[in-house]
């Protein structure tokens, strides 16, 4: 250990969703172990789906309301606006940009994601939405009847552009589909979440590509590869993101095309280090080795890796879900949904489906909740059966979507 470093039993790198669970779960066995929380964010860990949805639609609840109050609910010593650049597994070491050192018994990595960008000048007017201190900027662009654009369809894309139509903010979507999730969703759904938009007043350009932007005199102006500028008073980039999961591999983990590989207990190929949340390459036990950028898999992964850092004998044996809501309408999913896939869909009363996806060998992938209240644990336990699509249309009345 260095001279000048400072060291934790539980050192955790990333002050997200995956690594608040792990703090809850080290603390659910060991109460007294020192624990740090090194974080990149300016902010303490938050609840981050509610800074595209509930922070715009619900008055009553603040940004405040987010706070999961690590440090003190966990007894966690958290380092803000801090970015580690180097791990040491043979040394139990981490460094950070501006060559701290920590030194470490247990250490977690739990570096979440980053949202993609388009070409373009840094600028408070241009956020490709990920953490509050984006929330904050995209409010201090909207309201008072601006004009905003939203670049992509996906949650973040749609759930912004959602919650700025209810915020007195104008709003135009640049989305290269023809509508809003036709890559997941089959087309009377897709049909039926855009009309929500239009209904809304959302301007929708679709089949359309963001080339670039550029800021001039306090206007966004969007370049679209068809030659179109369309000027905004924000642009808020919801394209997606890509796991964080560099600095692990600098330190020479092992990692697949998707994240670190981590065994069932969450724990990573070098000795004294788990990983957890949108970084990891997992082993499903229904879906097989997967990653999942998704809040329930973060949380889930993260209480998981907690306790097994403080010695609990546990396994992360669940399948996780991923869900959004815009308006009216919310949908929750678990493994693989696509459109390219065949869709056969359970009409319910009400607006309500469940749509079953199965690939060309008529082996089911994935199912879709569609504002419906069927129990995801008894979509999850089916889907663990995995049926055929002829055993699952004996018991139930499916429909062939497209
Ligand atoms: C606006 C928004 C809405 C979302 N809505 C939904 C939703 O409706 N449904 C859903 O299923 N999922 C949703 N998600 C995804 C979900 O929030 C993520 O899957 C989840 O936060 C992942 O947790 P994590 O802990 O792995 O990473 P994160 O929560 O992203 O945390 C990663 C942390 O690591 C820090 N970090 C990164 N690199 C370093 C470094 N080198 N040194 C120190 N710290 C570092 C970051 O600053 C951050 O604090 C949403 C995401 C966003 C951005």
Do not use: C
């Not at 359970?346 to 690939?359: A, M, R």
């Not at 879709?368 to 089916?382: A, F, G, I, M």
Request: net charge neutral.
């Amino acid at each position: 250990m260095a001279q000048d470093s400072k060291h934790f039993k539980y050192l955790l790198i990333g002050g997200g969703m995956a690594a608040d669970k792990a703090a809850a779960g080290i603390r659910t066995v060991d109460q007294t172990g020192t624990l740090g929380i090194i974080s990149a964010d300016s902010d303490a860990p938050y609840a981050r789906p509610a800074l595209s949805k509930k922070l715009w639609v619900d008055p009553d609840f603040k940004e405040t309301d987010t706070d999961f109050k690590t440090a003190a609910e966990y007894k966690a010593e958290i380092f803000l606006n801090t970015t580690v650049t180097a791990i040491d597994p043979q040394a139990h070491t981490v460094t950070t940009a501006d060559g701290t050192q920590f030194s470490y018994d247990k250490l977690l990595l739990a570096t979440g994601s980053q949202a993609l960008q388009i070409p373009g000048p840094a600028s408070d007017l241009a956020i490709a939405l990920r953490s509050k201190a984006d929330y904050r900027k995209i409010r201090a662009f909207s309201g008072q009847h601006k004009q905003v654009l939203v670049v992509g369809s996906g949650y973040v894309g749609s759930e912004i552009a959602a919650g700025l139509i209810q915020n007195d903010t104008q709003v135009t979507m640049v989305i290269s589909g023809k509508r809003i999730y036709e890559d997941r969703f089959p087309g009377y759904l897709s049909e039926a979440y855009q009309q929500k938009y239009l209904d809304a007043g959302i301007k929708i350009l679709t089949t359309a590509y963001a080339k670039n932007y550029e800021v001039k005199d306090g206007k966004v102006e969007l370049h679209l590869a068809s030659g179109k500028t369309l000027v905004g008073d924000g642009l808020v980039l919801g394209i997606g993101g890509r796991s964080n999961f560099k600095l692990g591999k600098a330190a020479g983990l092992a990692t697949d095309h998707d994240g670190i590989i981590v065994d069932e207990q969450l724990k990573t190929s070098a000795p004294d280090i788990w990983a957890a949340g949108d970084i990891i390459s997992y082993p499903d036990k229904i879906l097989g080795r997967q990653s999942s950028a998704h809040v329930n898999h973060a949380v889930k992964s993260g209480m998981i890796a907690g306790k097994s850092m403080a010695g609990a004998a546990v396994t992360y044996d669940y399948t996780p879900s991923f869900y959004s809501w815009v308006f009216d309408i919310s949908w929750d999913a678990l493994g693989h949904i696509s459109s390219q896939m065949q869709m056969y869909a359970e009409k319910l009363p009400g607006n309500k489906s469940v749509v079953y996806y199965f690939d060309e060998h008529g082996l089911i992938q994935g199912i879709l909740s569609w504002n419906s209240k069927v129990s995801l644990n008894h979509l999850r336990h089916l889907l663990k059966k995995k049926p055929t699509l002829s055993q699952l249309q004996q018991v139930l009345p499916l429909e062939k979507v497209e």
